[in-house]
């Protein structure tokens, strides 16, 4: 029964062994190894607030950035509201330049026409004259051509002035 149960001394030198043991661990061990774990805690620790810091500042930035872009929007609209007005203005500019020029042109063709006209009525008026101071002339060549025919003609030309 020896076996099942172990003798003092050996209890006694495994107490021993098993104190030393953690005495050496403590001292060599131990301090050590809970220095690294509080460095690992602190390093975790300023991770967490670094992180914290960044979470903050993307939230700052995103809200800036909603703000530029809503500024962004509203000057956008405001030159595409300027543009439509210059293009509203300048379209009525040459709307009313044009009917200005149109107006001019057929002013200047009216008044063509009109010397054009006056210019054909005198062409006719001109013929007629002539032609008929055509006629006159070979119906009075007709008519004066026998003695007794100029005889009266003077006559009648000399009672018309003796009255007048």
Known sequence: M??????????????????????????????????????????????????????????????????????????????????NTVALKIKDEAKSAASGITDKMIEVAKKEIESEKNAALQEVRNQVV???VEIAEILLQKALAKDVAQKELVDLYLKEKNLN
């Open 2 to 83: 020896e076996l099942l149960t172990p003798g003092s001394g050996l209890i006694f030198w495994q107490i021993v062994v098993f104190v030393s043991l953690l005495l050496l661990l403590k001292t060599f061990a131990w301090q050590p190894i809970l220095h690294s774990l509080k460095i690992r805690e602190e390093s975790i620790q300023e991770a967490l607030d670094s992180a914290k810091e960044a979470k903050e500042e993307m939230s700052q930035l995103k809200a800036e950035n909603e703000k530029l872009l809503q500024e962004a929007r509203k000057e956008r609209d405001k030159i595409l509201k300027i543009a």
């Open 130 to 132: 002539s032609l008929s």
